[in-house]
């Protein structure tokens, strides 16, 4: 059914990424458009709560808020030069469908965004920001109306128009090229932290790399370049929702059972008969049934370490770092914040922690959540 | 002999296939609609297994699938009620669904029980064909199930001619780049889409879905092909019905006109 959607993708991604053209453009974006290298930060005070040594990447530095830019500066082009007019993707938090919005206003590119409809009300201003850039921004009204319903709607338009439509998809899942694909798109995040700390430590290779993960697209980027160095503890830090087991938790790898969704084959949360569960967490950015099907592997073989936090926990580490580094973080991210309550590790260790996006946009959360 | 194979080897033109989602509009309602769909004079019926993501419907099966779920159908169920159906129905029955569920189920298992009750072949939408080659062929062919894959205005002469070597029974045309229940009418594209397939001397026959919903369009869509497959428009139909049989049969005889 998507196979004359993907199949030109599939047949051409690869060399026209590695075209010195392709190239020239993208690092040029990457450096002047998204403001990259983004800064690996030493947090002082939060390493002396915490009693390690911890350094932020700073992608919540990223032009538009989060990481997510990165993926889609890479798309962008690709879609150009494939010949496509026209761009779609979904979007759960609303940073994917603002970077894509972002990506197709400097293309001169129309732009359409899927996003759930329970999203467009809790992300209210990356909802205009999409508008003021140009964006047509559609409700999904389907289902749990979140990222998996804007997924499924995102993938019905592509099926409706795959000669002139480029789906961008945000995180690493999808059908084949997709994972692999953004996941190449988002290492930069991995390539740049081991020079940053090769400088500032002597060393290319932390302790610990923390990543929140939903589809898990900033972990995929912060990986990447450690899949191979068996000394790096990786972890995965999910959505636990009011629990694991409470009914209202996106905690896919504790939940999920292997399934396909999306394309991919992974890690789902689903019913003994194959429906997919209606996820939750209180960040729309982790509030997804599935994983990357690479995580899914990492967890499988035990090269990743996953643990689920609670919605008030994150909240909380939020707050904490807030106050201790003055930088209120996506409350995606603050999961990855809380995720050094819940894992064990030496007070030497060396600690990098994904700091993926800011939290302008969750203001109505943190103020709704209100214990601060 | 497949139903399927002797039904085109016997019919030719004008085939008609409807599409009903099992479990639907209440759970009880699959058998009776399904017979009310052959006394109609419907040639094939393609019963839906439901599934709470299916990204190649569009709203109307899509909502009755989440209905069919609600009233607790699954693959389990629909087994247990298409226990001896062959007694009652006598045309190919065809089963479309999604992956996931079936997988879940067992594939060896869901065949099995395909052939046992009766059922003569799978419509499945993410199934890529490459993946069916390597995984499932043998499996199919074992329980003497076909399968139909879809070719839409997008696919190539070269992916349309893959598809006739690999599909049994017929070849499922979308009529557009589209999802099901998208569009009320065919515009002159899908014409000559239409034109241009039926020009290739395909080895299988081709049934037209997705847009087809009146005798109009079940007439242009026979036009050009074997028949159609009608969908939406007949969940549409009985989605609020009081008198199942009687406007299953009233939509049927416009539509055969």
């Known amino acids: ?372 | 002999m497949n139903r399927i194979d002797y039904l085109f080897q016997t019919k030719k033109e004008r085939v008609l296939s409807i599409y009903v989602t099992a479990g639907f509009p209440e759970l009880g309602d699959t058998l009776p609609v399904m017979e009310a769909i052959q006394a109609s004079g419907a040639d094939i019926i393609e019963l839906g297994i439901p599934y709470s993501d299916p990204i190649a419907d569009g709203p109307t099966i899509q909502e009755s699938n989440a209905i069919a779920l609600e009233n607790g159908m699954s693959i389990k169920t629909l087994f247990s009620q298409l226990v001896g159906f062959r007694s009652k129905i006598h045309v190919p029955v065809i089963l479309m669904g999604y992956l996931n569920p079936i997988i879940q189920f067992g594939m060896e298992e869901f065949c099995k029980k395909c052939k046992e009750v009766g059922i003569d072949g799978l419509i499945l939408p993410d199934l890529p064909m490459s993946q069916y080659l390597e995984e499932y062929k043998a499996l199919f062919e074992e329980y003497g199930l076909f399968i139909s894959f879809l070719i839409s205005p997008q696919t190539s002469e070269k992916r349309i001619r893959e598809v006739d070597e690999n599909s049994n029974g017929f070849i499922y045309m979308v009529s557009s780049h589209a999802i099901t229940g998208a569009k009320a009418s065919i515009s002159k594209e899908q014409e000559t889409y239409f034109e241009r397939v039926a020009g290739m001397n395909l080895n299988h026959p081709r049934l037209i879905g997705f847009g087809i919903s009146d005798a109009a369009t079940f007439q242009l869509a026979s036009r050009y092909s074997n028949g159609a497959i009608i969908g939406s428009a007949f969940i549409k139909k009985i989605k609020d019905s009081k008198e199942l049989k009687q406007d299953i049969k009233n939509f049927l005889t416009e539509v055969r006109g």
């Open chain 1, 1 to 372: 059914m998507l196979y004359p959607n993907v199949e030109e993708l599939r047949e051409n991604w690869e060399a026209i990424v590695a075209s010195p053209s392709y190239q020239e453009e993208f690092q040029q974006l990457l450096k002047d458009f998204v403001g990259r290298p983004t800064p690996l930060y030493f947090a002082g005070r939060l390493s002396e709560t915490f009693g390690a040594k911890i350094y932020l990447k700073r992608e919540d530095l990223c032009h538009t808020g989060a990481h997510k830019v990165n993926n889609t500066v890479g798309q962008i082009i690709l879609a150009k030069k494939l010949g496509k007019k026209r761009i779609i993707a979904e979007t759960g938090a609303g940073q994917h469908g603002v970077a894509t919005a972002t990506v197709c206003a400097l293309m001169g590119m129309d732009c359409t965004i899927y996003m759930g409809e329970l999203d467009i009300k809790r992300q209210r201003p990356n909802v205009e920001r999409m508008r003021i850039l140009g964006a047509k921004v559609v409700p999904a009204t389907s289902g749990s109306k979140t990222l998996k319903d804007a997924t499924n709607e995102a993938m019905r338009a592509w099926i409706a128009d795959p000669v002139g439509t480029h789906y961008i998809i945000g995180s690493v899942v999808g059908p084949h090229p997709y994972p692999e694909m953004v996941a190449r798109f988002q290492s930069v995040i991995s390539e740049e932290i081991k020079r940053q700390l090769l400088a500032k430590e002597g060393r290319e290779n932390p302790d610990l790399v923390i990543a929140c993960v939903g589809g898990g697209s900033n972990a995929a980027g912060a990986f990447y370049h450690y899949y191979n160095e068996p000394a790096v503890r990786l972890i995965a830090a999910e959505a636990a929702g009011l629990g694991i087991h409470s009914g209202k938790s996106a905690a896919t790898s504790v939940l999920g059972t292997p399934g396909i969704l999306h394309g991919s084959k992974t890690l789902l949360m689903q019913t003994e008969d194959g429906q997919v569960v209606e996820p939750h967490s209180i960040s729309a950015g982790l509030d997804y049934p599935g994983i990357g099907p690479v995580h899914a592997h990492l967890h499988d073989i035990g090269r990743a370490e996953f643990v689920a936090v609670e919605d008030e926990d994150a909240m909380k580490a939020g707050i904490l770092l807030s106050r201790t580094e003055g930088i209120i973080p996506a409350i995606e991210t603050a999961h990855a914040i809380h995720a050094l309550n819940q894992i064990s590790f030496n007070p030497n260790d060396l600690i990098v922690i994904n700091l993926s996006g800011r939290g302008d946009k969750d203001l109505e959360t943190y103020i709704q959540w209100g214990n601060y």
